[in-house]
């Protein structure tokens, strides 16, 4: 499994845009890019997934550099309820390792 | 459809009883994950089912940790002889093709050991 780094935290206001970094500089050309994000109370949620280029749904955008080693989650119009912990997670889309393992994701502040 | 469910939300227990919390996935879905959460730790994978059939338990404590999943409704994560190091919220996830790669997580069990 590719292991990932992304900032520790980051802080945003209401409004803007927030772009949450993820390098995966040993991801293998089997693995695909996940985004899971978690609020306090609560399991973590599914957000986005992505092999290449940009995918965008109705919650964010993945941006995925040409070399894949590195992603951005943009998350447009933040609000208060965006205020989370970002996961960014490299796996076998094929499953074969089954679980999913966590690091300790980036800390999404939102001030009003 | 409810979501995974899990109960108790909070448990309470004395140092040396047993605990045992419970889960039950999204109907249909094939796999069922178990994890811990504590703020030192992070989120650390425990084991998961597939179709019933335990699969991986490498994250497991080798001793007082057991997991089953006797029937597709419901699995159990029992710990005996809970220590204080045992404190910690319990998540269970569910998976629709059990490949593990979109999980749908409950709100979990907070555990506290005193």
């Known amino acids: 499994l590719a292991k990932t780094t992304q900032p520790p935290s980051m802080e945003a206001y209401e409004g803007q845009e927030v772009n949450v970094s993820c390098s995966h500089t040993?991801?293998?050309?089997?693995?695909?890019i996940y985004w899971y994000r978690q609020v306090p109370h609560q399991g973590p949620q599914f957000i986005i997934q992505?092999?290449?280029d940009y995918v965008v749904n109705e919650v964010a955008s993945l941006f995925i550099s040409a070399d894949r080693k590195l992603s951005t989650l943009s998350l447009p119009w933040v609000s208060l309820r965006d205020a989370a912990v970002y996961y960014c997670?490299?796996?076998?889309?094929?499953?074969?390792?089954?679980?999913?393992?966590f690091g300790l994701g980036t800390t999404l502040q939102v001030q009003p | 459809n409810a979501g995974v469910i899990q109960t108790p939300r909070h448990k309470v227990t004395g140092k040396g009883q047993e605990a045992t919390l419970w889960c039950e996935p999204i109907?249909?879905?094939?796999?069922v994950f178990w994890y811990r959460q504590t703020i030192v730790q992070g989120l650390e994978f425990l084991t998961y089912?597939?179709?019933?059939?335990?699969?991986?338990d490498s994250g497991m404590p080798k001793e007082r940790f057991s997991a089953q999943m006797p029937n597709q409704s419901h699995s159990t994560l029992k710990i005996q002889s809970t220590q204080p190091q045992d404190s910690a919220v319990y998540l269970c996830?569910?998976?629709?093709?059990?490949?593990?790669?979109?999980?749908?997580f409950g709100e979990g069990s907070r555990l506290i050991v005193v």
């Open positions: 996830a569910s998976s629709l093709r059990g490949n593990g790669n979109t999980l749908y």
């Open positions: 997670i490299v796996t076998d889309r094929a499953g074969n390792t089954g679980k999913l393992i």
């Open positions: 040993n991801i293998a050309t089997s693995e695909y």
């Open positions: 089912f597939r179709n019933q059939a335990p699969i991986d």
């Open positions: 109907s249909g879905h094939s796999a």
């Open positions: 992505g092999y290449k």
